[in-house]
C-alpha cells in the first residue's frame, strides 16, 4: 500500500468487511460512500451480503498510518444525533 | 439543558450513559466512541433513548429519522427509539411504507409512536430528565 493509500472498512447489515483494494485517503467523503455502495452492491467486499444501500446518512471516520497500522478509512451510520460531512 | 441519550437492552435496561462533550439542547454530536458501544453490543441491544430537554408531546425530528434509519442499517436491526421530554414519553418505531403510502418524510420507511413490548424503568426516565436538566 502506497503512502497516500488507505483500507477502506465498511460495516452495514450487522455485517463488517474490508474493501479488497486500497483507495485514496484524500478520497471525499462521498466518493468513498459511491465507491461502498457499489462495492456493496454488487457483493465486492468480502463477508458482506450483496444488497442496494442508501449510505447518505454513513458517516467516515479517518485513521492515519502508525507504524503498526496502515492508514484506514471506515463507513459507519452516523449516531444518535450528527450530521455526517457533505 | 443539554439532549442526553441511554443505550439499553432488549430488557429495557440501561447499558450505557451517553453524555458527550458538545451536547446542546437541540443536538448531540456524532461519535465514534458510541458507534462502537452499540456496534460491541449489538446482539443484545434493545434501543436508544433521548431527550428533548423541554415540555410536551416528545416528536423525533427529521435528523432523529434519518439516524434511526441509518443506524438500524448498519447494524442490521430494528431498534426501539424512546424520546423523553420533562413531562412525556413516546417509543418510536420502524413501520415499513407500503407503495401507495407518502407519508413518511424521509421516503421509503417511517417511524411512528408504538405501545412498546419494552419500557424503560421508571428510574431511567428520571436520570434521562435530571441528567438533562442538571
Known amino acids: ?86 | 439543558m443539554n439532549e442526553i441519550g441511554l443505550v439499553f437492552d432488549s430488557q429495557g435496561s440501561a447499558l450505557y450513559w451517553h453524555l458527550p462533550e458538545g451536547r446542546t439542547a437541540t443536538s448531540l454530536p456524532d461519535s465514534r466512541t458510541l458507534w462502537e458501544i452499540l456496534w460491541q453490543h449489538r446482539a443484545e441491544l434493545g434501543g436508544f433513548a433521548h431527550t428533548h430537554p423541554w415540555r410536551g408531546r416528545p416528536d423525533p425530528s427529521m435528523t432523529d429519522i434519518t439516524t434511526f434509519e441509518a443506524l438500524e442499517l448498519g447494524l442490521g436491526r430494528q431498534l426501539l427509539w424512546p424520546i423523553v421530554t420533562l413531562d412525556e414519553i413516546n417509543y418510536f418505531a420502524r413501520r415499513e411504507q407500503h407503495a401507495h403510502e407518502t407519508t413518511a418524510p424521509h421516503g421509503k420507511v417511517d417511524y411512528v409512536s408504538i405501545d412498546p413490548p419494552i419500557r424503560l424503568s421508571d428510574s431511567d426516565i428520571r436520570r434521562l430528565r435530571e441528567l438533562s436538566t442538571t
Open chain 1, 1 to 86: 500500500m502506497q503512502q497516500n493509500q488507505a483500507r477502506l472498512n465498511i460495516t452495514i447489515n450487522g455485517q463488517n468487511g474490508d474493501f479488497p483494494d486500497p483507495v485514496a485517503f484524500a478520497l471525499s467523503d462521498t466518493e468513498i460512500k459511491r465507491i461502498a455502495a457499489e462495492a456493496i452492491r454488487t457483493g465486492y467486499v468480502p463477508g458482506i451480503d450483496p444488497v442496494a444501500a442508501d449510505l447518505a446518512y454513513f458517516v467516515v471516520d479517518r485513521f492515519s498510518a502508525t507504524r503498526e497500522m496502515p492508514a484506514r478509512l471506515m463507513l459507519r451510520p452516523k449516531t444518535p444525533f450528527g450530521e455526517p460531512q457533505r
